[in-house]
């Protein structure tokens, strides 16, 4: 099948183009070029609102007085630092950053007994990993929006996803998926598929990427590697049942009716090398009918993969050819295709083409129609396959019908309407599908709008990952930040407001409003089994050569003057930060024995160390919390 494209090509694109391909991925711009010459045109007609750029008004847009809050929260991925951000917008000012997979210095992530078991940890009580990569994070939804309970972040590098309370904004459970490697693309469900009464997230979808034997035990032979889409329940975290698939998967989307969950393919080839996973002139987005699958796993019809003992039902080609029994259909799109993102009006989903220049629409309705036998040819449920520019890779939504993809190769978002590109795949030349395109700096990856993905989708502000900064910013060394770009969409033409540099390497974010979370700012002491609640319970308890130190913190002091323990003891150290006041946390740290954390109010941490040398060591506080917050310190005394 070849896609549609327009008759003009934009005048100006090839020399933009040569500036920019210069930096980023010459091979990859090879590849597409190839691509683009065989189908003629570029892109379809519109000027780049480009150079417009900025308007007198973009300033006042993204300008906070000081005092003044943010209309907006943003949950950004870390990245490869592992961690999860937290935005304020429009200033785009960073307001936290919520420790997850990786250490963190401030809070003592990785340090405190509580954040070692989330983190998952080895016999002899270290920590299991040290290194992750977040890519995705998307959070809980009722009646198709936010409702401000969890957000999820997926680990690629070791196949791990996390949750988020986003009443604390702290990470509480972090699940290994079995039989998996490279874990990408993330998606909640939206609703039950069988009962409509469960109108919120109760399943999270998880994409596999990378093929592996299965069960894992060496072999080279490619031919034989396997992915797996994993379903994992919102609340337990447990894994409730795997797929096994043909080809890989790479991101994931699923409707607001609950019935369907999709993961884009890039390598139904089943390539080992990439110029083998890019040998197929289409790819695929393979669709999960979910209450099938999970009455297959109900029925027993599952095998299980090794150690694992989750149920793994059978999604391949082979075994689904019937659509009536189908548990799953592989729609044909466009080489190696990348994001996939629902509409807010439930109807489609858009599947971004990246090694195609395409934008494929997919009308869902159509797809139920095909597993229940009413669709003839699977392919048909594909309603629009149009030409937006070079490298598309993740859409975004407004609520009034258009779509936003990033053009990573044009470093362009291209702003879209879906009707209108639907009417011209039917035929009709005069639809004209693109509303206005915007140069951004540089090498957009994700975007995403305010409610972009929910039934509330409210079209004001778009926010655009780009993974090169280039010239933007004051050099700082060879490594450069990144560049969020923060757009207002509320017009016909996108105006480009504001750039914020940002540590590496975000890439996927949500936006929305600040009502949607209620964040408790004082912790509860029933949140700890082992709370100090009374500073009378502080003191040392001894089990042989384990000790148990109980103290809290009221500013400026612990309720321990000093406490004693011997070398070569197994300490655990209990705190208890009494303070009720909202922002009096203190710090604990003991010198030379690696243990520094802190303790928000009214919240209790634990550390367990073997007491060093014997000697004096001052245990003070390392966080600012009172004009005495020098002296505020106790004394471990380690004795011989
Ligand atoms: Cu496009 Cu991992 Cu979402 Cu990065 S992926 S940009
Ligand atoms: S003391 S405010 Cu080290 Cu000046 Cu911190
Ligand atoms: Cu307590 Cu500083
Ligand atoms: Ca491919």
Redesign the pocket.
């Known amino acids: 099948m070849q896609h549609d494209k327009t008759p003009e090509a934009a005048a100006d694109v090839p020399a933009r183009r040569r500036f920019l391909n210069t930096a980023a991925l010459s091979g990859l711009a090879v590849a597409v070029g190839a691509c683009t010459d065989k189908s003629g045109a570029a892109g379809a007609a519109a000027p780049a609102s480009a150079a417009a750029g900025s308007h007198a008004g973009a300033a006042n847009a993204t300008h906070l007085a000081p005092g003044e809050l943010d209309s907006y929260y943003g949950l950004w991925s870390g990245g490869h630092t592992g961690d999860m951000r937290v935005l304020g917008l429009p200033s785009g000012r960073e307001i936290h950053r919520i420790p997850v997979f990786n250490p963190d210095a401030l809070v003592g992530w990785g340090i405190t007994n509580e954040s070692k078991k989330v983190m998952g940890t080895k016999p002899d009580g270290s920590l299991r990993y040290t290194v992750a990569d977040t890519h995705h994070t998307h959070a809980s939804y009722k009646d198709g929006n936010y409702d401000g309970r969890y957000a999820w972040i997926n680990d690629k590098i070791n196949a791990r996803i996390a949750r988020i309370r986003l009443d604390y904004f702290v990470c509480d459970k972090i699940t290994q998926l079995p039989n998996v490697q490279g874990f990408h693309g993330i998606f909640p469900d939206k609703r039950d598929p069988v009962d409509p009464a469960i109108n919120y997230t109760t399943r999270v979808f998880c994409g596999g990427e990378f093929a592996i034997p299965l069960p894992n035990a060496g072999t080279e032979d490619g031919s034989k590697y396997r992915s797996i889409f994993s379903c994992v329940d919102a609340e337990t975290m447990e894994v409730r049942w795997q797929a096994l698939i043909d080809g890989n998967c790479d991101l994931v989307a699923t409707s607001y009716d609950g019935k369907l969950a999709a993961t884009n393919q890039y390598n139904t080839e089943g390539g080992v090398h990439y110029e083998d996973m890019m040998s197929a002139e289409r790819d695929a987005c393979l669709f999960f009918h979910v209450a099938r699958v999970e009455a297959a796993v109900k029925a027993g019809k599952f095998k299980t993969i090794g150690d694992s003992k989750v149920p793994v039902v059978d999604a391949t080609r082979e075994a689904n050819k019937d659509p009536k029994t189908a548990l799953a259909g592989y729609v044909s799109v466009p080489k190696n295709p990348h994001g996939v993102n629902a509409s807010p009006d439930g109807k489609y989903f858009i599947c971004s083409g990246k090694l195609s220049p395409t934008g494929t629409v997919i009308e869902l309705a159509k797809v139920l129609d095909w597993f229940d036998g009413k669709l003839e040819k699977l392919d048909d449920v594909i309603v629009a396959e149009v030409e937006l520019g070079l490298g598309p890779l993740h859409t975004a939504f407004d609520g009034r019908g258009n779509a936003y993809t990033t053009l990573f190769l044009d470093s362009q978002v291209v702003k879209w309407n879906v009707d209108a590109a639907i009417k011209f795949h039917q035929g009709d030349k005069s639809a004209k599908y693109v509303v206005d395109r915007l140069d951004v700096h540089y090498q957009p990856g994700h975007l995403s709008a305010t409610h972009s993905e929910t039934a509330a989708a409210d079209g004001k502000y778009l926010a655009v990952g780009c993974k090169f900064s280039k010239d933007r910013f004051l050099p700082v060394g060879p490594l450069h930040p990144e560049n969020e770009q923060f757009i207002d969409i509320s017009g016909d033409k996108m105006v480009l407001l504001a750039d914020h540099p940002v540590r590496g390497e975000p890439h996927d974010f949500i936006i929305f409003k600040r009502d949607i979370v209620k964040p408790k700012q004082v912790y509860s002491l029933d949140e700890s089994p082992i709370a100090v609640k009374d500073p009378k319970e502080s003191g040392v308890t001894r089990n042989g050569r384990k000790v148990t130190v109980k103290l809290t913190?009221q500013?400026?002091a612990f309720s321990l003057r000093e406490f004693k323990v011997k070398s070569g003891d197994e300490v655990t150290l209990i705190l208890t930060n009494l303070d009720k006041v909202e922002d009096l946390t203190?710090?604990f740290a003991i010198p030379n024995h690696n243990v520094n954390f802190i303790v928000n109010p009214q919240e209790t941490k634990s550390v367990t160390f073997t007491a060093g040398k014997p000697g004096v060591y001052w245990c003070y506080?390392?966080?600012?919390?009172?004009a005495l917050?020098l002296e505020?310190r106790t004394r471990m005394i380690v004795e011989a």
């Open positions: 913190s500013a400026p203190h710090g506080c390392t966080h600012f919390c009172h917050h505020m």
